[in-house]
């Protein structure tokens, strides 16, 4: 039998009884080995870039916080595609943070285009410190966090939103109002939670509300913020113009625009007492409807009171229909005009002490 090499490629004629030895060229295993040790390094790569993805977030968000003059400190807990996880946040000066996270959870996923987007947030233990100015709420370090302004009316986020024992400070220039939050949902409609609202002092215009808390539902449907629920004041005083109103309450249902430039609501408030210089009502109930921007808000109401006073003259049962009109720069009640509306009211049944 004879033997006859050969290389590959070689296609002369194989005779009856020859062997035939292929001899391959060595480039294409030098080529295969080439791939597969790219391939290895590749795989051990990603295996250090995965396991030390912690520590370079970390470098990352440093020199980020850095750059836009942030104080911060925080723990990663977890870094991944899919879901990001910190705890232990505080943001601002550590003596007065404008941030403070327990914990929080953010998760992003593929769009088709290839970029990421937020889709849920799970936030706990947050207290976040803002500043109402000139229209506008800062909320101090992040402020440089944010976007610049765009000049568009707010919009409500699209991301879904699961928050609990968080809440907020804010200062305005009518007094300290205080927020907290829960509940769970889609930002821009099917949100559902609970607010509890409280202020020790709010002195919109010449008229001061002491002592106001609230504790309402909160929704959002089709991008429009809904309240619920009871508002409570200890009192509502008009010094300048005399007038006073003793522990008033209002159950409100109020919507809102999606930007928080327009309200539009109804209502029911019962007042014990409520004094305009030597005129007073007791014991009244009645129906408040609203709506406008939140710089001005037009509205009628509707009263009923068991006792009525005028100077001298008393009467058991009156009731009041009127016109409501709120500047909130210039907030100021017009006793003359509810005088003379109570007069109208009282016509025919007076008692004359």
């Not at 090499?5 to 480039?27: C, I």
Request: charged share 25%; hydrophobic share 45%.
């Amino acid at each position: 039998m004879d033997e006859r090499p050969t290389v590959e490629g070689d296609e002369s004629p194989v005779r009856p009884g020859e062997t035939v030895l292929v001899r391959r060229r060595r480039w294409g295993r030098v080529a295969a080995l080439g791939a597969l040790a790219v391939l290895i390094l590749l795989v051990l790569l990603i295996a250090v870039i995965w396991i030390e993805r912690r520590p370079i977030a970390t470098e990352f968000l440093k020199r980020e916080f850095e750059r836009r003059g942030v104080t911060a400190s925080y723990h990663l807990d977890r870094v991944g595609f899919r879901t990001q996880q910190v705890s232990n946040l505080v943001i601002g000066d550590p003596k007065r943070p404008d941030l403070v996270a327990r914990y929080a959870q953010i998760q992003m996923r593929l769009k088709w285009n290839g970029s990421f987007e937020v889709y849920r947030i799970v936030a706990r233990g947050v207290r976040l410190r803002g500043r109402l100015v000139g229209g506008k709420v800062s909320w101090g370090q992040i402020d440089r966090l944010l976007p610049p302004p765009s000049g568009k009316p707010f919009q409500l986020p699209t991301f879904v939103l699961d928050i609990a024992d968080s809440s907020v400070a804010l200062a305005t220039p009518f007094g300290q109002l205080g927020v907290a939050l829960q509940g769970t949902g889609n930002l821009s409609g099917g949100f559902k939670g609970r607010a509890a609202v409280a202020s020790p002092r709010l002195v919109p215009g010449r008229c001061a509300a002491i002592n106001l808390h609230a504790n309402v539902a909160v929704s959002v449907v089709a991008r429009r913020p809904r309240l619920m629920g009871p508002v409570a004041l200890d009192r509502f005083t008009c010094p300048r113009s005399r007038f006073d109103i003793a522990a008033p309450r209002f159950d409100a249902d109020t919507t809102f625009n999606e930007s928080f430039t327009s309200v539009d609501g109804s209502g029911r408030m019962a007042i014990p007492t409520l004094v305009a210089g030597a005129n007073g009502l007791a014991n009244f109930v009645g129906e408040l409807t609203y709506k406008g921007s939140l710089r001005e808000v037009d509205g009628r109401v509707k009263l009923s009171a068991q006792r009525s006073r005028m100077a001298t003259i008393f009467a058991d049962r009156t009731r009041l229909n009127g016109y409501v009109a709120t500047i909130m720069e210039k907030a100021e009640f017009n006793r003359d005009r509810f005088t003379a509306e109570v007069r109208r009211a009282m016509s025919g049944r007076v008692a004359v002490i």
